[in-house]
């Protein structure tokens, strides 16, 4: 799911649903919330991106942007995750959020398919970019999508000609992207983020 191709996104739906079926067979509820977990980041993939395939883009957010949310809320109010070991608690919640942070923001960028407003969306997005944050400040992934969600800030700033705004998150983004490569630098991912 990884290499953001269409083709292989949708290999990875398949993939990651029989791998929650052999946690449910072999009772293993920790694997089983890390898989649910991975799920729903998967599926708010499959349903944010164009993956280079716009014909069913507007289907694909419409169905999968909502399920990823249901999903991932499912995982975190899930009583076993009080009762798995503690490591795996917190990567599934960092999991679990970072897939809420994504299909929430994707929901604001494309909020006229939705109810509900572009700013509620992207504080939703944000909210649970922070609380896996929170659990893991440097994981790469999590700081990009914030800083992804601060571009989007920055051109809705710019299309409505509030440069204040648009200075604001265009700086925040910037410095996120920052963070991510003192992390990581050798990831060109994190670079093409801070040219952006």
Known sequence: AKTYSYKNVKHGLAAIKTAEELAIKQQRPD??????????WITAVFGGLD???????????????PAAIDLANSVLKDERLQTVARETS??????????????????????????????????????HYRAALRRHPKDVRVI???????????????????????KKHS?????????????HPHDQFRHRLLAR
């Open 31 to 40: 694997m089983e919330l890390l898989v649910k977990a991975m799920r729903a």
């Open 51 to 65: 993956l280079r395939n716009p014909d069913d883009f507007d289907a694909r957010k419409k169905e999968h942007l």
């Open 90 to 127: 917190n990567t599934v919640k960092v999991e679990a959020n970072n897939a809420l942070g994504i299909a929430f923001m994707y929901k604001g960028r494309y909020s006229r398919l939705f109810e509900e407003d572009t700013p509620t969306s992207w504080a939703s997005a944000e909210h």
């Open 171 to 183: 700086e925040t983004a910037k410095k996120l992207a920052l963070e991510a490569i003192s992390y």
């Open 144 to 166: 990009n999508n914030l800083a992804t969600l601060e571009l989007m800030r920055a051109s809705r700033a710019s299309s409505k000609q509030q440069p204040d705004d648009l």
